[in-house]
């Protein structure tokens, strides 16, 4: 092979090698940018709660667009009064709801409680979700609410206008899934009574709520939920000294379109107005009452009936 043979088949062959390269390179990079436009898709994280509670107050859960949740709450008596109040079983409270998704992040609800014989209506609006995305790192939702209590007055507790029984709440609920397992959350809560039981009593009542989920198994979690009310805030803030925090322990069964919650709380209540700032049952003494939970939901999604 001659000198100017070698040089063009050197540069022959280095075209061709350009070439290929080029190809190989613009293939390599559509295919980083397929990865990558994968990536940006967010995936949500689901279930961080079984349902929209946790025990007694709210999860970051909502129910789902166009589905109805029908539920009925019991509270016992303490677990101390022994066999002449069967444990507990002879007092029972109870509250009946009903809660309706409007869209993926709206949904409101209604209830009544036997105790005081209180109504309350409540909206809760998703405001982030949690997702593979970094920006996205937990689950945010805004619950508010209001209560009103229908009880006749007497002389222990008179109203003298209507406006004197309303109470209302505001929460910020943030919650993470951390894995597979375990949740946890985070509720800055503020409660207001328009009337107070005693003219020592704050109207407003500031609380934090701590809540987790352990997930045993497909169907059964461990839950746990505290509200921390401090005594002091500032100087003009005195909470009543003979309230406790509130602390709940409870066991969540689901089977098929039915979830079960059975807990074990130092309080009686079964709404905030109840449960924050108004607990006066202690772990320690055994003021120790028994509750249990049941959640039904009903679709009126016509897509989904069809599926």
């Not at 949500?44 to 789902?64: D, H, L, P």
């Not at 509720?187 to 328009?194: A, K, Q, R, V, W």
């Not at 909470?239 to 322990?249: C, I, Q, Y």
């Amino acid at each position: 092979m001659t000198k100017k043979h070698s040089i063009a088949f050197a540069i022959i062959l280095l075209v061709k090698s350009t070439i290929s390269f080029s190809q190989n390179s613009a293939s390599d990079l559509l295919d980083i940018l397929k990865d990558d436009s994968l990536d940006t898709t967010p995936i949500y994280t689901t279930s961080t709660f079984k349902t929209t509670r946790v025990i007694n107050g709210q999860s970051v859960e909502s129910v789902a667009p166009r589905h109805l949740d029908f539920r009925i709450s019991h509270r016992f008596g303490k677990l101390s009064d022994g066999y002449a109040e069967l444990w507990g079983l002879d007092q029972a409270r109870i509250r009946m709801g009903l809660e309706y998704g409007i869209n993926d992040r709206l949904m409101v609800g209604i209830g009544r409680s036997s105790h005081q014989k209180t109504w309350d209506y409540f909206a809760k609006y998703k405001l982030l979700k949690q997702s593979n995305q970094k920006h996205h790192f937990a689950s945010i939702s805004a619950y508010l609410a209001a209560f009103t209590n229908t009880m006749a007055t007497s002389p222990a507790r008179k109203f003298y206008n209507n406006t004197e029984r309303q109470s209302y709440c505001g929460q910020i609920i943030i919650a993470k899934k951390i894995n597979d397992k375990l949740s946890l959350q985070l509720s800055p809560t503020f409660l207001h009574n328009n009337k107070t039981e005693t003219l020592f009593d704050e109207n407003d009542i500031f609380s934090i709520g701590w809540g987790g989920r352990y997930k045993i198994s497909k169907r059964t979690s461990f839950n746990l939920e505290y509200y921390y009310t401090p005594q002091k805030i500032g100087e003009n803030y005195q909470r009543d000294p003979l309230f406790k925090n509130n602390l709940s322990l409870g066991f969540d069964i689901e089977t098929g379109g039915h979830v079960f919650q059975l807990h074990l709380s130092n309080s009686r209540g079964v709404i905030e107005s109840q449960y924050i700032g108004s607990t006066d049952g202690s772990w320690s003494n055994g003021d120790i009452f028994y509750g249990f939970n049941i959640s039904r939901v009903f679709s009126f999604d016509k897509k989904q009936s069809k599926k």
